[in-house]
């Protein structure tokens, strides 16, 4: 499985970027897909997922400003970032994995991800 992100960039507090993460053929129509971000000198952190079929997960930091979906025609999901603020700035990672409901917020519950994008929110 091969997990390529893009979309990142420097945007004002307030703007919206839209995050994309390309798979694979057929990897998002098996495998549950997540966000994770890192900011330096931080853990990563869960952001947001999606499990098949569409039950959506979110970080209590983004819920109601970012959205997470899935086209699985273009085998792609994408993080649309609606709001951001200073603190959304970190880098952005897009994982899949066969993984459970109980660990759609666990980093190594995911066994494949992406190189990551830069996002930089700008106050």
């Known amino acids: 499985v091969q997990l390529q992100a893009s979309g990142g960039g420097l945007v004002q507090a307030g703007g919206s970027l839209r995050l994309s993460c390309a798979a694979s053929?057929?990897?998002?129509?098996?495998?549950?897909a997540g966000w994770f971000r890192q900011a330096p000198g931080k853990e990563r952190e869960f952001v947001a997922a999606?499990?098949?079929?569409?039950?959506?997960y979110y970080a209590d930091s983004v819920k109601g400003r970012f959205t997470i979906s899935r086209d699985n025609a273009k085998n792609t999901i994408y993080l649309l970032m609606n709001g951001l603020k200073p603190e959304d700035t970190a880098v952005y990672y897009c994982?899949?994995?066969?993984?459970?409901?109980?660990?759609?917020?666990?980093?190594?519950?995911?066994?494949?991800w992406g190189q990551g994008t830069q996002v930089t929110v700008s106050s």
């Open positions: 994982a899949a994995g066969r993984v459970i409901t109980s660990s759609v917020r666990t980093a190594r519950a995911y066994n494949n």
């Open positions: 053929p057929g990897t998002f129509s098996s495998y549950s």
């Open positions: 999606i499990k098949l079929p569409s039950t959506t």
